[in-house]
């Protein structure tokens, strides 16, 4: 079994920044990508963020130059750093692993979503 959560979400000012965390665990034999999404009310989903194990990024235009991804131990675990939030910025994220699990099988995994609230 793979499993993804998300973490360190929250109430943030316009302005301000905060990390998001997203680790994969399970039986995995390897990480291709990791990326980020987002869900605001009464809106559909839309890509921020990836991150593929050869260390190559893409951003949306929207969150490009205000939020980074990395990782500081292969894709096992992955972080946003969003920062100068704004309003539209507000949402529930969704972090998404491309995993090769021991049988050779490549499947995605979605975590549970976690809300980040930039208000005044």
């Known amino acids: 079994q793979v499993h993804v959560v998300e973490s360190g979400g929250g109430l943030v000012q316009f302005g301000g920044s905060l990390t998001l965390s997203c680790t994969t665990s399970?039986?995995?034999?390897?990480?291709?990508?990791v990326a980020w999404y987002r869900q605001a009310p009464g809106n559909q989903r839309e890509f921020v963020a990836d991150?593929?194990?050869?260390?190559?990024?893409k951003y949306s235009e929207s969150v490009k130059g205000r939020f980074t991804i990395s990782s500081d131990n292969a894709l096992n675990t992955v972080y946003l750093q969003a920062n100068s939030l704004k309003f539209e910025d507000t949402a529930v994220y969704f972090c998404?692993?491309?995993?090769?699990?021991?049988?050779?099988?490549?499947?995605?995994?979605w975590g549970q979503g976690i809300q980040v609230t930039a208000s005044s």
């Open positions: 998404a692993a491309q995993v090769r699990i021991s049988t050779g099988e490549v499947r995605e995994y």
């Open positions: 399970g039986i995995i034999d390897h990480i291709h990508n």
């Open positions: 991150i593929f194990a050869n260390d190559l990024k």
